[in-house]
């Protein structure tokens, strides 16, 4: 069943937190944001944790390492796990480029992509493993 596409679980998350990531995003706009999100120990995510993009480019992103390295130490401090990395795409579609792609090393991961070239903005959710992309729709809850 090659190419054929997986349906995936559907990932919830608390419209506060997506308005969180979607200021954040905006507030760095032109250049592309980026950051993690946590989970708690139910596996709910639970805070978002913007890090500095090192590369200040409206076209890709590389976390700061000393920020990233202390967003982690504090997800282990409080018992959360990463849940997902999220980065902004300014102007284009909010789906991952080849380098968003060759770069995801985090399999158990979600990816969260902010398209902030539409009005209203939108986030939409992958899982990337071995360079192969799915999509999961993405539920804001209350
Ligand atoms: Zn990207």
């Keep these: 069943m090659s190419g054929s ?3 995936r679980p559907e990932v919830r998350l608390p419209s506060a937190m997506a308005s969180e990531i979607l200021n954040h995003c905006q507030s760095v706009r032109p250049e592309e944001a980026c950051g993690l999100v946590a989970a708690d120990s139910k596996g ?3 805070a978002i944790i913007p890090v500095t993009n090192a590369l200040h480019s409206p076209v890709r992103y590389q976390m700061e390492t000393r920020e990233q ?3 982690m130490k504090r997800l282990r401090r409080e018992g959360w796990s990463l849940w997902a990395i999220f980065h ?3 102007h284009s579609e909010p789906a991952p ?3 968003d792609i060759r770069l995801a090393f985090y399999p158990d991961c979600h990816y969260l992509i902010a398209g ?3 009005d209203p903005p939108v986030i939409r959710c992958f899982t990337i493993v071995d360079g192969k992309v799915s999509e999961s729709p993405l539920r804001l809850i209350s």
């Design 97 to 99: 480029s080849p380098t």
């Design 69 to 71: 390295f202390d967003a």
């Design 44 to 46: 709910e995510p639970v």
């Design 116 to 118: 902030l070239g539409t």
């Design 5 to 7: 596409r997986h349906l």
């Design 88 to 90: 902004s795409h300014p």
